[in-house]
């Protein structure tokens, strides 16, 4: 093979940046989320947006807007050009997030966009958008990130805590409101998660 001089090889692992315009409150969820978990925005919408992408009931909802048949791994999907298409502007204020995809998950949000014929940018949005309405979502990306961080003595401390006060709060809590009771409003750049861990359970 011959390779010109000054040709840069492309990564077979090289990510999509896919720049999406989001509702305001959906963006600053995402921030939210950014901020509790010092986890740069791009990560935090590439996981939301992959943990979605395999949510079965989300997809069976967005399917009722395709436009066109597909198919999803085992699952064949049957479009109809008289189904009510998706919104493509959006009516509210809204801003960009950035977001970076393998090149898989991006081919699942391509043919997302052909059936619901949109953009893979607008596609991008709506997974967004589901992701932080939902609970499971959100609090799957807190739960791996404080496994990451912690030890499994604190997670067990701290599924305690879960669970005592689920006791009293019709099962409301979530792991994103433990980790916002242990950093408290504002996190403190240089102090790591697990020490914060270690003065909120002292305290408890």
């Given at each position: ?56 009931a989300t997809i069976n909802t967005l399917s009722r807007h395709f ?18 298409g998706v919104s493509k502007r959006l009516k509210v204020p809204s ?6 995809y393998k090149k898989n998950d991006f081919e699942i949000i391509s ?94």
């Amino acid at each position: 093979m011959v390779i010109k001089v000054g040709e840069r090889k492309e990564r077979s692992d090289k990510k999509r940046e896919v720049k999406p315009l989001i509702p305001l409150d959906v963006k600053d969820a995402i921030h939210r989320l950014s901020h509790v978990t010092h986890k740069p925005v791009k990560d935090v919408c590439e996981f939301l947006t992959v943990y979605i992408l395999r949510d079965t009931a989300t997809i069976n909802t967005l399917s009722r807007h395709f436009k066109r048949s597909i198919q999803l791994g085992n699952t064949y999907y049957r479009g109809d050009i008289n189904n009510p298409g998706v919104s493509k502007r959006l009516k509210v204020p809204s801003d960009h997030v950035s977001g970076k995809y393998k090149k898989n998950d991006f081919e699942i949000i391509s043919t997302l966009a052909y059936a619901l014929d949109c953009t893979p940018t607008r596609v991008n949005a709506i997974l967004l958008e589901s992701a932080t309405r939902n609970i499971k979502a959100v609090n799957e990306y807190v739960h791996e990130y404080m496994t990451e961080e912690l030890s499994d003595s604190q997670m067990r401390e701290l599924r305690k805590v879960l669970s005592y006060v689920n006791q009293y709060n019709d099962d409301n809590s979530s792991w994103l409101s433990i980790l916002s009771a242990v950093i408290g409003d504002i996190r403190p750049a240089t102090t790591k998660l697990y020490e914060l861990v270690e003065e909120f359970l002292k305290g408890k």
